[in-house]
């Protein structure tokens, strides 16, 4: 009942996103067809503008949007005129979201271990380095770190490509270069929940029935400490879902991030409403997904 | 404090997230193809591959070998030489053409290319449905201009006509000297009709796709490639050198350059894919080629804001402009500091000299003007786009006025829809700007000046100058209209200077030239793909 209201509240929530998205960008200065070259005649400029309807008021601009979203179709880009969002996002999406998931994979099984060893080996030294560890993944940018990778790994040794989006080979670099921040996130959401999970009274409780400690960490205290990485999780896979623009600009990847931020340099409306719903109802999922989640590993959330 | 082997049996509520890993569709994203036999990196995603709706270089360079129009490019000169028409005349006044098709022209698909398919191919480029931002490339047909402005609506009125299968007449308004290269740019080129009815806008995606060029689309991936295929169909089939061609859309120069640097990509023909940084090491190296094309940056003044308004003003701000600085301190590529604006080297024109660095005169001139060594000279900014090239020079340039003239002006810089915007609306003091010619003629350059063109963004409007312009592009001897033009470049960049040219731009690209043969440097900076060709080394 709980999941299936908060469903419902999505809707208006993602019209309100869709109306924001589609004032705003029309409200910044410039316009798709804004070029250096002024057209040889006005008239030209007024083609444009009345093939894309944007001769006709916002608001009337706004409910053909949503007239053409109530059959699944986002409209036409404005830049790529051959194409229309359905289909960027169709070509751009598939690579995205194997690029995001692998990323999303590597995080957890790096992370975890990371701060589940940190918290365990509480105040020694592998606690020292695992913090440093997750300390710099988290503070150096992608745009240092892929180039590096580049650099070691298919510049010097050549064990891998340096780009282009081909065999499974190639998703090694980015997969790492768009993890690590996450991972070292992770990690460090993980040892704070480890080190707060073992301070409550139920494991003293357990550990004074006798518990071995083994089986307190990995069967009492896992569970409770990886809920803040849950709640991370859900914003973390949509950022990570819609892909990243930094990260397919350095290995040239075919991913939707390029799209989520030139597509506002350029005015492209339509794909500028259609990816910002995109990642709204990326967002809205998986955090219900990840509130879901919530009722299965914790024993004490309980929704109406 | 661990044990291994019981962590392993454990079960881990975190198995959920690899679920949800493993749920994601992971499929359907790896390709594995045979690799093309020429890899070539281009500037950016392509916008449209459609000849009428193209604006770019980059989608140029691919529409090339796809299209065709009645003439085509030579490689080595970018001139135009017959492409699907095999000859032409013109009529002694110079207004009359007509081009005789070759009779074995067949689309990629095998259907018969006639006179009449470029008669529609041309209504399209000026059909106001097709909303083609280049449609003046046509303006120069008689009627061309009024049937795209909705002035008439009988396509059948624009001059240009399919007597038989074999022959296009064209009328013209006016002689042009240019109209044979314009016959070879991409919005005059011969599209498909039937496929264009059919699918409508999104036609260029069709499978199978007719072409009239060298190449045919195999596919178009965004932001990944797109692949081409020697049309055998097309009539000089002999003389396509590559078989399959891939074109990827770059946008970062390091990755550009590691690609190439591991023998992955074969040509990378764009200077913004050259990191700046190592610009100095590279342009040393033999595989790195700098050429000449026609492009000038230069200043523009808002003559209707004040101070600006008084020519002496501009002309000494012009004065104290050391252009050599310029070029030897920030662009470094070996572009050459210019005074005029039509670039050295465009077709039947020799440019003339404007204004020449002489701070002594341009300190003299604004003490006439009412400001000696700047008193009372008003604050004023400059628009530039904001890319750190651009803000270097502006950061030069404000140093060179404060020094020279002891004026103080701001740098605005600003994104590039808001520059284009504001540049647009006149909302500016002095603007870095720039300007890459359509085709190689000097009308290309000074024509935007005119009075009220759509791209003279100064305000400055000069009946004289107008005049020249006009006259020039009533002239049908080479020399007399050349003479024409540069009594209007003078104007234009000596005497009542609204604008300041100040350097012209080099091309660079890079591929290995002991491997890569068939390009050549031109003004043009173009590059036809059926002449581009890769050896492999010696075994």
């Known amino acids: ?304 | 404090m661990f044990d291994f082997r019981r962590a392993r049996r454990f079960n881990l509520p975190a198995r959920f997230f690899f679920l949800l890993v493993a749920a994601l569709p992971l499929g359907g994203c790896l390709r594995h193809e045979p690799p093309a036999d020429l890899t070539l990196i281009n500037k950016g995603e392509p916008e449209s591959l459609d000849p009428q709706i193209i604006t770019g270089q980059a989608e140029m360079r691919i529409v090339e070998g796809l299209f065709e129009g009645l003439m085509r490019l030579d490689p080595k000169t970018a001139r135009a030489i017959p492409g699907l028409a095999e000859r032409y005349e013109v009529s002694p006044d110079g207004k009359n053409y007509t081009f005789h098709l070759r009779t074995n022209l067949v689309w990629s698909t095998g259907e018969p290319i006639r006179a009449e398919d470029v008669v529609y191919s041309w209504r399209r480029a000026l059909d106001p449905a097709t909303a083609s931002e280049y449609a003046g490339q046509l303006y120069y047909i008689k009627n061309g201009e009024e049937y795209n402005t909705g002035k008439i609506t009988d396509a059948a009125r624009v001059g240009v006509q399919a007597p038989d299968p074999f022959t296009v007449r064209v009328e013209l308004n006016h002689p042009t000297a240019f109209f044979p290269d314009l016959c070879a740019f991409p919005t005059l080129y011969v599209v498909p009709r039937r496929t264009i009815e059919k699918y409508g806008d999104g036609w260029i995606m069709a499978h199978p796709l007719p072409s009239s060029g060298p190449y045919e689309l195999v596919y178009w991936r965004l932001n990944d490639r797109v692949r081409l295929r020697k049309n055998p169909r097309y009539w000089d089939a002999a003389n396509t050198r590559s078989a399959v061609i891939d074109v990827l859309p770059f946008n970062s120069a390091s990755t550009a350059l590691n690609l190439y640097e591991q023998g992955r990509a074969d040509i990378v023909w764009d200077k913004e894919l050259v990191p700046a940084e190592l610009l100095d090491v590279l342009l040393r190296r033999p595989d790195f080629h700098t050429f000449n094309y026609l492009g000038t940056v230069f200043l523009r003044f808002n003559v209707t804001h004040q101070p600006f308004d008084d020519e002496r003003v501009r002309r000494a701000l012009g004065m104290a402009v050391d252009r050599e600085r310029i070029v030897k301190k920030i662009t470094r590529s070996g572009e050459p500091a210019t005074t005029s604006l039509v670039p050295a080297g465009t077709a039947n024109y020799d440019p003339v000299p404007g204004l020449a660095y002489n701070p002594a005169a341009a300190a003299k001139l604004l003490a006439e003007a009412g400001y000696p060594g700047g008193r009372g000279f008003p604050r004023f900014s400059t628009l530039v786009y904001g890319i750190k090239l651009n803000e270097d020079i502006a950061v030069e340039l404000q140093q060179m006025w404060r020094d020279n003239l002891g004026i103080t002006m701001e740098l605005r810089p600003l994104e590039w829809k808001v520059y284009l915007s504001t540049e647009n609306h006149m909302d500016y003091d002095v603007s870095l700007s720039d300007w890459i010619g359509d085709y190689n003629d000097a009308q290309t350059f000074l024509g935007m000046f005119t009075s009220g063109d759509g791209n003279n963004h100064t305000g400055w409007k000069n009946p004289g100058y107008d005049g020249l312009i006009r006259a020039a592009g009533e002239q049908a001897d080479l020399a007399a209209r050349e003479q024409t033009f540069q009594r209007a470049e003078t104007l234009l960049v000596h005497d009542a200077a609204p604008i300041v040219p100040i350097y012209n731009y080099v091309g660079v690209n890079y591929y290995d030239p002991t491997r890569i043969h068939g390009i050549y440097a031109n003004v043009l900076d173009d590059h036809p793909l059926r002449a581009i060709q890769k050896t492999l080394p010696p075994p």
Not at chain 1, 63 to 87: A, Q, T
Not at chain 1, 260 to 265: A, T, Y
Not at chain 1, 270 to 299: C, E, H, K, M, R
Request: proline share 6%.
């Open chain 1, 1 to 304: 009942m709980y999941f299936l209201r908060r469903i419902l509240f999505a809707i208006p929530l993602l019209l309100v996103i869709s109306a924001l998205a589609f004032a705003l960008v029309h409200l910044a200065p410039g316009g798709p067809f804004d070029r250096q070259r002024i057209p040889a005649s006005p008239e030209i400029e007024r083609h444009l503008l009345a093939k894309y309807h944007l001769d006709e008021p916002v608001w009337k601009q706004y409910l053909e949007f949503l007239r053409d979203l109530g059959h699944g179709n986002f409209g036409v880009s404005m830049k790529y005129r051959d194409h229309s969002v359905n289909d960027l996002i169709a070509q751009g999406l598939p690579v995205s979201l194997t690029l995001g998931a692998l990323a999303f994979g590597f995080a957890l099984a790096t992370g975890l271990p990371l701060g589940f060893f940190a918290a365990a080996q509480r105040g020694r030294w592998p606690d020292r380095v695992g913090s440093l560890l997750a300390l710099l993944a988290v503070c150096v940018p992608g745009f240092v770190i892929a180039p590096v990778l580049i650099i070691v790994f298919a510049v010097k040794l050549k064990w891998l490509p340096v780009a282009l989006w081909e065999s499974p080979w190639h998703l090694i670099l980015p997969t790492i270069a768009l993890g690590l921040y996450f991972s070292g996130q992770v990690a460090r959401l993980m040892r704070e929940g480890m080190l707060s999970a073992m301070q409550s009274e139920f494991i003293t409780a357990a550990r004074a029935k006798g518990l071995g400690e083994n089986e307190l960490l990995f069967k009492h205290a896992f569970r409770i400490a990886v809920l803040p990485v849950v709640s991370y999780a859900g914003p973390m896979l949509a950022d990570l879902l819609t892909g990243s623009f930094i990260i397919e600009n350095i290995f040239q990847l075919p991913g939707l991030g390029v799209f989520l931020v030139n597509s506002s340099l350029n005015r492209d409306y339509p794909v500028v409403v259609g990816l910002s719903l995109l990642y709204a109802i990326l967002l809205i999922g998986l955090n219900l997904i990840v509130d879901f989640a919530y009722t299965l590993l914790d024993p004490r959330v309980k929704y109406e």
